[in-house]
């Protein structure tokens, strides 16, 4: 069965950086594209970027240009996501999740909760 | 502010049918079909409810459907269950920069 399961959970003083990763499983790594998105407690999802395992090829929400960046390893079909000069507004959960079809995502992993205090 | 709205709450009694809105722009739900919506109760990831606007998933009922009129999807859930009370969100394909956009989510409460 497909399973996406994501790093733990991470505190991080502002400034810092942090990175999740995101282990695939139960079928071909690089036959889909990862998404990432993050929900702040309490509130909506948000769209940080894609990610194409095949290529490396990369999209991000230009919110996160300059401060995100997407990468794996296909050798061990692992997404990786990480996040720089945190804020605390960047506290929220990250998740990975497989596209489907276009704008679309199918699996989704378990949540990694960043915190981001002092 | 989300770039797809959505109404913040709905509620029906079980058994009854509700629809869920989603209005964007002709950039994103108006400009293609390849809105989406998931289903995501408490603690838990979202989950895939409807792809390219009306389709669904392995697994998913059918009481769930999608739809779109120009600038406006939809979400219906016909015979309510009380399993359904969870938030909604719908997200687009949008020819800007950030590529995917959602809405700010409709919490559903079944009566």
């Known amino acids: 069965q497909v399973q996406l399961v994501q790093s733990g959970a991470e505190v991080k003083k502002p400034g810092a950086s942090v990175k999740v990763s995101c282990k695939a499983s139960?079928?071909?790594?690089?036959?889909?594209?990862i998404n990432w998105v993050r929900q702040a407690t309490g509130q909506g999802l948000e769209w940080m970027g894609w990610m194409n395992p095949n290529s490396g090829n990369t999209g991000y929400a230009q919110k996160f240009q300059g401060r995100v960046t997407m990468t794996r390893n296909t050798s061990i079909s692992t997404a990786y996501m990480e996040l720089s000069s945190l804020r605390s507004e960047d506290t929220a959960v990250y998740y990975c999740?497989?596209?489907?079809?276009?704008?679309?995502?199918?699996?989704w992993g378990q949540g990694t909760l960043v915190t981001v205090s002092s | 502010q989300s770039a797809l709205t959505q109404p913040a709450s709905v509620s029906g009694s079980p058994g009854q049918s509700i629809t869920i809105s989603c209005t964007g722009t002709?950039?994103?739900?108006?400009?293609?079909?390849?809105v989406s919506w998931y289903q995501q109760h408490p603690g838990k990831a979202p989950k895939l409810m409807i792809y390219?606007?009306?389709n669904r998933p392995s697994g998913v009922p059918d009481r769930f459907s999608g739809s779109k009129s120009g600038n406006t999807a939809s979400l219906t859930i016909s015979g309510l269950q009380a399993e359904d009370e969870a938030d909604y969100y719908c997200?687009?394909?949008?020819?800007?920069?950030?590529?995917?956009?959602f809405g700010g989510g409709t919490k559903l409460t079944v009566l």
């Open positions: 999740a497989r596209d489907t079809a276009v704008a679309s995502s199918d699996y």
């Open positions: 390219e606007v009306s």
């Open positions: 997200s687009s394909y949008t020819s800007s920069s950030t590529h995917v956009v």
């Open positions: 002709s950039s994103d739900v108006g400009g293609y079909n390849y």
């Open positions: 139960g079928y071909t790594f690089t036959s889909y594209d």
